[in-house]
């Protein structure tokens, strides 16, 4: 059997040959790794930048969100102190002197209209010098103007509270649905009797 001798020049037939071969390696090289490999990276490609833009539309939804429910916190701001002062006054009765009494009316179905209550808790009252402050959570979901329109409507019960964290978060910027996480405090003024 003769195996050849290596350094003789192969003759055309041979290069002919080998160059299919490596030819035939380059293109099955090119269909079976490089082609799916190139596809998959263009289409990571496109949902990271699909990615991209759906995180920027969220970020300025959110923005949005949180400058409309800041100016309409504003206008309110305006409107409450005539109710505050009337309770205090003594003009105008709370409609709830705990927050046990604040919580079942902030989440009775006519309150509520639309707006879904995930979670709620309260503190005991604290004892401060001429009032008790009680601080109250309320968790829940709904959309974002059922929501606005639900803060407007505690805002504007006649009762001492306040509310100090309003944290608004997008559940679904299709639906236009938000996440609602308030802190607030309910107040208690300790009755004063005038002797006469």
Not at 38 to 65: G, H, I, P, Y
Not at 98 to 126: H, N, R, W, Y
Request: no cysteine; glycine share 4%.
């Amino acid at each position: 059997m003769d195996t050849g001798d290596l350094k003789k020049v192969a003759n055309m037939r041979e290069q002919l040959l080998a160059g299919l071969v490596m030819l035939a390696i380059f293109v099955m090289f090119v269909r079976v790794i490089y082609s799916p490999k190139k596809d998959e990276v263009t289409r990571l490609k496109s949902q990271v930048k699909n990615l991209k833009m759906e995180k920027d539309a969220l970020n300025k939804f959110t923005q949005a969100l949180r400058e409309t429910a800041l100016k309409e916190q504003l206008q309110v701001a305006k409107e409450l102190p005539s109710i505050k002062v009337q309770v205090l006054k003594g003009d105008v009765k709370s409609v709830a002197k705990e927050t046990a009494a604040l919580l079942s009316l902030v989440t009775s179905q006519p309150f509520l209209k639309g707006i879904l209550v995930k979670e709620m808790s309260d503190l005991s009252p604290k004892q401060e010098k001429g009032y008790k402050k009680a601080d109250f959570f309320i968790n829940a979901q709904g959309s974002f103007r059922n929501m606005i329109d639900y803060l407007d409507r505690i805002r504007k019960l006649p009762v001492l509270l306040v509310l100090e964290n309003i944290d608004l978060k997008v559940v679904d910027e299709k639906a236009a649905r938000v996440e609602l996480e308030l802190n607030g405090a309910l107040f208690q003024v300790e009755e004063r009797h005038v002797a006469q």
